[in-house]
């Protein structure tokens, strides 16, 4: 998602009546889980409940998310430059007895423009899958969708999990792994605590904080063994476990070819550098960024960087090869970015092809914050969008 302003929380906008009975209804079903638990959930439990509770989470609801009347845009919503280099790179692993999996569609935009450039390019895939999870995302992706030439839309096929049967060809993850529910923790006095979810006397949501788990514990202190600095006392941040099994489950699906990852995140040593003290979990709502993820649960996304070491140490245990990683900015040079801006039909269409391009490369906007690695399995290729840039030395 592009970066939106941060702002406090007093100057995002108003709730509507809708968004009101949500809330409460969110609120309700939170406090259930609160009670059930003892007054006290994990951060990451917390996430389970508010993003993805069927017909109350943030993903599972009925408000859109993406684009001018949502929260954020993504770099398919920008520009169809981003599908446009990302079928170039796809499109050598393509073909007739290939897949084409993408996980959490959003809108569909980058699934349409893919299908159009994949045809451009006589590489579509015999199937284009797509994994989501959110019942209200894939209707909306349904209905836009709905509009591909008949060629192009007999290829898809939505799933609830991923494929029984492993597959040959290519698997998308544009901004999934930062979805994942992770934790929050502290380092205080030689030890680490984890950060939860409580309520006051007044009954508002705040955090709250226990001596962390003997698992959780001792592996904060293998990864702060790793970095120069270790966790300074008062250090807090985030940690997502569940990249583990996820990364374990999508190498099981993949039987030869290429998992693309998109997001924004950084190697541990840079994540958990000793000035990045407070942590990144950020939240967005209507296009306004702010650090209070009590705020309106089930009404607003709430993230945090991804940890680009694990997803290669996770995919690397999982029997998979990290084959590239590299910014955004570099992977779309690299893919044709600007041969792409050359071919625009006329001066309006460039110069606005320009502008987004803009938004998609500068180390400002989406350029450097997000980086792209390329897992893989089978004998391969070059990978073109690779060739830029090498960062592996990084993670």
Known sequence: MTVPPEIPALELPALDAAQREQLAASSAALQALL??????LAFDEYLQQVMYAPGLGYYSAGAAKFGAA???????????LFGACVARQCAPLLGADAVLLELGAGSGALAETLLHRLAALEALPQQYLILEVSAELRARQQARLA???VNL?????????LPVRPVRGVILANEVA???????FSAAGGEFFERGVCRDAAGALQWAQRPAAPVLAAELRCIAATLPHGFAPGYRSELCRRLDPW??????VLDTGLLLLFDYGLGRSELYHPQRDAGTLRCHYRHRAHDDPFLYPGLQDITAWVDFTRVAEAASAAGLEVAGYCTQ?????????ELELAAASDGVVRARLAAQARALLMPGEMGETFKVMALTRGPQQAL????????RRLL
Do not use: K
């Open 35 to 40: 009670d059930a638990r003892g007054g006290w």
């Open 70 to 80: 949502g929260d954020f845009v993504t770099a398919p919503e920008i520009s169809t």
């Open 147 to 149: 509009a591909l030439p």
């Open 153 to 161: 839309r007999s290829r898809l096929q939505w799933l609830n999990a």
């Open 178 to 184: 930062d979805a994942l529910p992770f934790q929050c």
């Open 247 to 252: 990364l374990a489950a999508l190498a099981a």
């Open 329 to 337: 900015a570099a992977f779309l040079l690299a893919s044709g970015i």
């Open 384 to 391: 073109a969008g690779f060739a830029l840039q090498d960062l």
